[in-house]
């Protein structure tokens, strides 16, 4: 439910729905081909980490304009591929092993992983090459990004002129249980699953402790914890759960919330209000900004100078 690192993007894209029916080229990128295959693959992962679902899309402008925004991420990634070949950059076969375990682990073993390839069109050796491609140009893209810390008289005048505005943000601590997502062509199934959920919340409202209730039932990872997410701030989780989870009263339980994950049921146990930050934590705090800033504006920079330097052919109508 957290906001995704690498591993829990490649997860989605192996749990994703492969959308098949295109063929042909998508894109050439200095003459390296991107197939409507792999965009179609890698679609359904951007839609997935942003908790969203081609079949969740009716406008056609707006598919046309996400399906373009992932096509020029993936333009951008074989860019950073290229250039990490020209500069020597590479990632060890025991880094792969290691991401490679991590995936196995997180989807439930072996068997479930070998499926799970299956199902998204991959063999051992095509996602292996296809985890080495994204890996080495993650570590391309950090190398570009590089940049000297901020200097601290800068520091303190952004934070002289945003004290006021500097506030630990308001946060939630809460409970969940998972019923995950069903077949999406299935809305027998999905219901069902609705309903399941609207039963056990029954049982809590009469009494039935809800960690227990989540301990028993819930298909997260965090069931053995009874359902317990700790403490987390807006923009940590995907909308809906967010928007339902600061909407209750401490010690409230929602009302089944569909995510791109399945259905959940929301135990709110605390709130804290926004809070004034000390000194020291506001003045990192705009170190961390500064930072942020200065590596996103050098990320920009580099992908456009490899933009403007590649030769660029997009062939899919896009």
């Given at each position: 439910?957290?906001?995704?690192?690498?591993?829990?993007?490649?997860?989605?894209?192996?749990?994703?729905?492969?959308?098949?029916?295109?063929t042909?080229?998508?894109?050439?990128?200095?003459?390296?081909?991107i197939?409507?295959?792999?965009?179609e693959?890698?679609?359904?992962?951007?839609?997935?980490?942003?908790?969203?679902?081609?079949?969740?899309?009716?406008n056609?402008?707006?598919?046309?304009r996400?399906?373009?925004?992932?096509?020029?991420?993936?333009i951008?990634?074989?860019?950073?591929?290229?250039?990490?070949?020209?500069?020597?950059?590479?990632?060890?076969d025991?880094?792969?092993?290691?991401?490679?375990?991590?995936?196995?682990?997180?989807?439930?073993?072996?068997?479930?992983f070998?499926?799970?390839?299956?199902?998204?069109?991959?063999?051992?050796?095509?996602?292996?090459?296809?985890?080495?491609?994204?890996?080495?140009?993650?570590?391309?893209?950090?190398?570009l990004?590089e940049?000297e810390?901020?200097?601290e008289?800068?520091?303190?005048?952004?934070?002289?002129?945003?004290?006021?505005?500097?506030?630990?943000?308001?946060?939630?601590?809460?409970?969940?249980?998972?019923?995950?997502?069903?077949?999406?062509?299935?809305?027998?199934?999905?219901?069902?699953?609705?309903?399941?959920?609207?039963?056990?919340?029954?049982?809590?409202?009469?009494g039935?402790?809800?960690?227990?209730?989540?301990?028993?039932?819930?298909?997260?990872?965090?069931?053995?914890?009874?359902?317990?997410?700790?403490?987390?701030?807006?923009?940590?989780?995907?909308?809906?759960?967010?928007?339902?989870?600061?909407?209750?009263?401490?010690?409230e339980?929602?009302?089944?919330?569909?995510t791109?994950?399945?259905?959940?049921?929301?135990?709110?146990?605390?709130?804290?209000?926004p809070?004034?930050?000390?000194?020291?934590?506001g003045?990192?705090?705009?170190?961390?900004?500064?930072h942020?800033?200065?590596?996103?504006?050098?990320?920009?920079?580099?992908?456009?100078q490899?933009?403007?330097?590649g030769?660029?052919?997009?062939?899919s109508?896009?």
């Amino acid at each position: 439910m957290r906001i995704l690192g690498r591993v829990g993007v490649l997860m989605l894209l192996l749990a994703g729905t492969v959308q098949g029916g295109e063929t042909g080229i998508a894109a050439r990128v200095n003459g390296t081909e991107i197939s409507n295959f792999r965009l179609e693959r890698y679609f359904s992962e951007y839609l997935q980490a942003q908790g969203r679902s081609v079949g969740g899309i009716r406008n056609p402008d707006t598919y046309k304009r996400l399906k373009r925004e992932a096509l020029d991420q993936m333009i951008a990634k074989e860019l950073l591929w290229q250039e990490a070949q020209r500069r020597g950059i590479s990632v060890s076969d025991a880094e792969i092993d290691k991401q490679l375990a991590m995936l196995k682990q997180g989807l439930g073993g072996e068997e479930a992983f070998a499926r799970e390839l299956n199902n998204a069109g991959f063999d051992t050796q095509s996602f292996t090459d296809y985890l080495r491609h994204e890996l080495v140009a993650s570590r391309m893209l950090e190398a570009l990004s590089e940049v000297e810390p901020a200097a601290e008289s800068e520091v303190q005048t952004v934070y002289d002129a945003n004290r006021q505005h500097l506030q630990k943000p308001e946060q939630v601590w809460a409970r969940h249980l998972l019923l995950k997502a069903s077949d999406p062509a299935d809305p027998e199934a999905d219901e069902a699953s609705r309903q399941e959920l609207l039963a056990l919340r029954e049982q809590i409202e009469a009494g039935a402790d809800f960690s227990e209730v989540a301990e028993q039932h819930s298909q997260d990872s965090t069931a053995a914890e009874g359902g317990d997410l700790g403490y987390f701030s807006r923009g940590t989780m995907v909308p809906a759960f967010e928007n339902a989870a600061f909407a209750l009263k401490p010690g409230e339980v929602s009302q089944p919330v569909r995510t791109v994950f399945g259905w959940h049921l929301i135990k709110l146990e605390s709130y804290l209000p926004p809070s004034p930050l000390p000194k020291e934590q506001g003045m990192q705090l705009v170190r961390d900004f500064l930072h942020d800033q200065r590596r996103k504006e050098a990320r920009e920079a580099a992908l456009k100078q490899l933009t403007a330097t590649g030769k660029i052919e997009v062939v899919s109508g896009l």
